[in-house]
């Protein structure tokens, strides 16, 4: 610990003595400084024992020396040393009142003992502190370090939480807690998802100071990473701000717990790879192969009912926020497979976009849903279409749900859109394409020409024609004509159109274009 004044009144060569403030000795000492100014509070930064022989003050005066005092304590001056025996034999009472009304401790220096000679044990004491803080950080990095290698991050976690005499700890790059100590801890950290949030969207390395106040812990927070992306976030609670040891253990369970991020990631860029080439024989057919290729590793996954997703960017990329959004988005779900205990695939393509295999009914689909589902295009930075619940040997059909799913997120504006609800809802919103709609409008154009000049009704003969099926009597009746008027209207439709309305492909094209051009704009 630093040198306190009490240590040094203890200090068997320097002789002092205490005049008042005895109950302000353990106050650490941060400096001795010699000053004779009848105002030295300028040249001042606190906590210094100002020593002085009052050569320059009226230390008889009591009203001088109570100006004086209070001049000091409000700089910080933590303690007073007075030289008996030079200008005054002795501490004069108006100085010793004046010290005890303000609580400022004072000290009889006699004349024997050098001011310099102060100075020495404070410096001495001050560098034998520093010297006992950096040996103690280099032992805790040395524990943090075995820990790493044998046991992993949550042990460095918790080697930290009992060197600061606290608690500590790690988040993942999506902000959940991953590990904690002690154990009652996890509960406390997950007070500071918010901040450990706040601090992702900062470059790396970034660090915040949160809490403090009205007993609550101070709790340190500092980023992991060495790009400029966070990967993680490294929490440290204490009842009182870190000293100069905890400070280096801290920096040290940084450092350390970087690597291990960036190992990690490495160990992960390999995974990515293998799951490249698992992806590719499960698109191209080949099941088993797939499987062996995956073993442990994604083996789990295939053996399930299982999702595909397809995200791309919402729109074109945003450099001044500096990030990739798929990146962050892959991390999330990666995060929910690993809180969750199960097996995701993530691999991204080259055309930026990202293919996710992910158990159907697992954590992966349902916080993407979650955070998705809600949510239009332009709130979000991805668009994800999802399949239907699928298997391995189904997969190559899977991914082309996904992307139809995909493309209807997009043109509907949607953030989110899983395959079940094309299969399940109308074909007729899809029919809003303007390619469709262009389609459509040419192939009616001749007969809406026709009836603008009021020879006839043909579109809507037409339309009520194709809603009976062809049944004369049934669209005559709709209609209010004779059969022999609505037979005579499909004649001219054919004349007019080229086509015969007996072939299905025609009067399927026909009733699609009818109901496109009475459909609204968008969905």
Request: net charge negative; glycine share 8%; aromatic share 4%.
């Amino acid at each position: 610990m630093p040198p306190t004044l009490a240590s040094l009144v203890q200090h068997s060569a320097l002789k002092l003595t205490v005049r008042a403030g005895e109950d302000r000795l353990e106050t650490p000492v941060r400096w001795a400084h010699v000053s004779e100014l009848a105002d030295p509070v300028p040249y001042l930064e606190g906590g210094e024992l100002l020593l002085v022989t009052a050569m320059t003050l009226d230390a008889e005066d009591p009203e001088a020396m109570r100006r004086y005092v209070r001049r000091l304590v409000a700089a910080g001056v933590v303690g007073l040393g007075f030289a008996v025996g030079v200008n005054y034999e002795d501490v004069p009472d108006a100085l010793v009142e004046a010290a005890k009304e303000e609580r400022l401790p004072l000290l009889a220096v006699p004349r024997r003992t050098p001011f310099i000679a102060i100075s020495k044990a404070v410096s001495a004491a001050i560098a034998a502190d520093q010297y006992r803080a950096v040996t103690a950080g280099f032992e805790a990095q040395r524990e943090m370090t075995r820990a790493a290698l044998a046991e992993g991050p949550a042990a460095v976690v918790a080697r930290l939480a009992a060197h600061v005499d606290g608690w500590a700890a790690l988040y993942d790059a999506s902000g959940a807690v991953v590990a904690a100590a002690p154990e009652w801890a996890a509960r406390r950290a997950t007070r500071f998802t918010g901040d450990v949030e706040r601090l992702r969207e900062r470059s790396a390395p970034a660090s915040a100071v949160v809490g403090g106040a009205q007993g609550d812990d101070r709790v340190e927070l500092q980023s992991l990473g060495s790009g400029r992306r966070v990967r993680g976030a490294l929490a440290v609670g204490t009842g009182a701000p870190l000293g100069t040891a905890e400070r280096y253990a801290v920096h040290s369970a940084v450092a350390l717990l970087t690597l291990a991020t960036e190992r990690s990631r490495s160990l992960q860029a390999a995974e990515q790879r293998l799951g490249a080439a698992v992806l590719r024989m499960l698109l191209a057919g080949q099941p088993d192969h797939a499987r062996a290729v995956a073993g442990d590793l994604y083996g789990g996954l295939l053996d399930a009912p299982f999702r595909l997703l397809i995200a791309e960017l919402s729109g074109e990329p945003d450099t001044d926020a500096g990030g990739d959004p798929l990146a962050a988005f892959a991390e999330s779900l990666e995060s929910s497979a690993a809180r969750a205990g199960e097996a995701v695939l993530v691999v991204p393509e080259g055309d930026g976009r990202l293919v996710v295999l992910a158990a159907d009914g697992g954590a992966v689909v349902a916080s993407c849903t979650a955070a998705y589902a809600a949510k239009e295009a332009e709130d979000a930075e991805t668009v994800v279409g999802l399949s239907a619940p699928t298997g391995p040997i189904a997969a190559a059909g899977a991914y082309k749900q996904a992307e139809q799913a995909l493309s209807v997120a997009r043109r509907r504006g949607r953030a989110l859109v899983e395959h079940e609800e094309l299969a399940a809802g109308s074909i007729l919103p899809l029919l809003a394409d303007d390619a469709v709609r262009a389609f459509a409008d040419g192939m009616l154009r001749a007969l809406h020409e026709h009836d603008a000049t009021g020879r006839g009704d043909l579109v809507a003969s037409l339309r009520a024609w194709l809603s009976r099926h062809g049944q004369w009597d049934a669209a005559a009746a709709d209609l209010g004509v004779h059969r022999h008027t609505l037979r005579y209207r499909m004649r001219r439709v054919e004349e007019i159109l080229g086509r015969s309305l007996d072939d299905p492909d025609v009067r399927m094209e026909l009733w699609l274009s009818l109901k496109t051009t009475s459909a609204p704009a968008s969905d």
